[in-house]
């Protein structure tokens, strides 16, 4: 009886452990799976979407820093903040000479609005991977911004606009100005990213700490 019964106690707790292990197992497969998931998705986003976006806004700022130097500066190597803060149709009531406008209208074309326009393709057929379901607003303000800036190109054409019939600055910039917001949105969105991918990596290499030899 005494022998039934440790072969009986034996035999139930070892099976009790074994189905913990089983059980401890397939949650370890379950976390190890959603870190993944994790981790992966955050790569696309990074990768994909907010990586791009951010060096598309980048290579945007430094052209538009370039030709604000060139043409209102004269070619000299000006303050970067006093370059970002001037204003190439600052004054409403005077536009800039002819050289100025026509290098404008260039810019625009073949710098400005391609720029635009990988952006914009970007946020649209990329959307699954935005961190928010619904499009943010600084997100939106650029849509439009980019719209507007392509109708304004457009007018260009259509209305025979160039720098020596142009009248007011509406008929070179669009109605809507590009939003800082969306930058800062961006650049803040793909560094919280970075970070949770790190935090990510840590706890992979510390899980799998405990199982090396």
């Given at each position: 009886?005494d022998?039934f019964?440790?072969?009986?106690?034996?035999?139930?707790v070892a099976?009790l452990l074994?189905?913990i292990?089983?059980?401890?197992?397939?949650?370890?497969?379950r976390?190890?799976a959603a870190?993944?998931y994790?981790r992966?998705r955050?790569?696309?986003?990074?990768?994909d979407?907010?990586?791009?976006?951010h060096?598309?806004?980048?290579?945007?700022?430094e052209?538009?820093?370039?030709f604000k130097?060139?043409f209102l500066f004269?070619d000299r190597?000006?303050?970067r903040?006093?370059?970002?803060q001037a204003d190439f149709?600052?004054?409403?009531?005077?536009?800039?000479?002819q050289?100025?406008l026509?290098?404008?209208?260039?810019?625009t074309?073949?710098?400005f609005l391609p720029?635009?326009e990988?952006r914009?393709?970007?946020?649209?057929?990329l959307h699954h991977?935005s961190v928010?379901s619904?499009?943010?607003?600084s997100f939106?303000a650029?849509?439009a911004?980019a719209?507007?800036?392509?109708?304004?190109?457009?007018n260009?054409?259509?209305?025979?606009?160039?720098?020596?019939?142009?009248?007011?600055?509406s008929?070179?910039?669009?109605?809507?100005?590009?939003?800082?917001?969306f930058d800062?949105?961006v650049?803040?969105?793909?560094?919280?990213?970075?970070?949770e991918?790190?935090?990510?990596l840590?706890q992979?290499?510390?899980w799998?700490?405990?199982?090396?030899p």
């Amino acid at each position: 009886m005494d022998a039934f019964l440790d072969f009986f106690i034996r035999t139930g707790v070892a099976a009790l452990l074994a189905g913990i292990g089983v059980n401890w197992n397939l949650a370890r497969q379950r976390k190890d799976a959603a870190r993944k998931y994790s981790r992966e998705r955050i790569e696309a986003q990074i990768r994909d979407y907010y990586g791009p976006l951010h060096a598309l806004n980048a290579a945007g700022e430094e052209a538009f820093l370039s030709f604000k130097n060139r043409f209102l500066f004269d070619d000299r190597e000006s303050d970067r903040k006093v370059i970002a803060q001037a204003d190439f149709f600052a004054d409403a009531s005077k536009l800039p000479d002819q050289a100025q406008l026509k290098a404008w209208m260039l810019w625009t074309q073949e710098i400005f609005l391609p720029l635009n326009e990988r952006r914009q393709d970007i946020i649209l057929r990329l959307h699954h991977l935005s961190v928010q379901s619904e499009i943010p607003p600084s997100f939106a303000a650029f849509l439009a911004h980019a719209q507007a800036f392509r109708a304004t190109v457009a007018n260009w054409k259509a209305g025979g606009i160039d720098e020596r019939t142009g009248r007011s600055r509406s008929d070179f910039c669009p109605a809507l100005p590009f939003p800082a917001a969306f930058d800062r949105e961006v650049a803040a969105t793909l560094k919280a990213l970075e970070a949770e991918r790190v935090k990510l990596l840590q706890q992979e290499a510390r899980w799998w700490a405990l199982f090396r030899p």
